[in-house]
């Protein structure tokens, strides 16, 4: 079964809340736009105020999309602490020092309650980006803060109470 994402949205406008039908042209977009949604989910910007980010918002906080991206992160964590694959370039020392933050990454992302869009994109963006604390030239201490940060999003407000 394909998942084509939710029925309905709600959405801030001028003129209040309201119900909005996702269109097929707007799921179309999503998919093209998908790294800049991202990116802007995770520097914070609003879902609610926007269809698109609306739309990747829904889509990445729902169960299945969560458990995917712990997946991606436990196996960029396996393929770099067994060198399992050296035709894919991992800076292995940085992935194996932040073990114990992937894993806590991993385990906040499949928690059984919800989840702030940003907090997901920010998980996104650290594993995609080629330039971010995974892929670009900086050290594990940046890339243990940026999951840390994320990790943090990902957690409830009544739960830091």
């Not at 959405?11 to 809340?17: A, H, P």
């Not at 940003?118 to 080629?130: D, F, K, N, T, W």
């Not at 330039?131 to 943090?152: F, K, N, Q, T, Y």
């Amino acid at each position: 079964m394909v998942n084509k994402g939710p029925k309905t949205l709600l959405l801030d406008s001028l003129d209040g809340l309201q119900l909005v039908q996702p269109r097929w042209r707007d799921r179309l977009l999503v998919r093209l736009l998908v790294d800049r949604l991202d990116l802007e989910l995770a520097a914070g910007r609003s879902p609610d105020d926007n269809r698109l980010r609306s739309l990747r918002a829904a889509a990445i906080v729902a169960p299945p999309a969560r458990e995917r991206l712990a997946g991606h992160w436990e196996a960029t964590l396996e393929r770099a602490a067994n060198q399992a694959n050296r035709r894919i370039p991992l800076p292995r020392d940085r992935i194996v020092g932040a073990k114990a933050e992937i894993r806590a990454l991993a385990q906040a992302l499949r928690a059984g309650r919800p989840v702030s869009a940003r907090g997901v994109a920010m998980a996104y963006v650290i594993l995609v980006a080629g330039a971010g604390p995974l892929h670009g030239p900086r050290g594990s201490a940046d890339l243990r803060a940026a999951i840390e940060a994320a990790i943090a999003e990902l957690v409830p407000v009544h739960q830091l109470a």
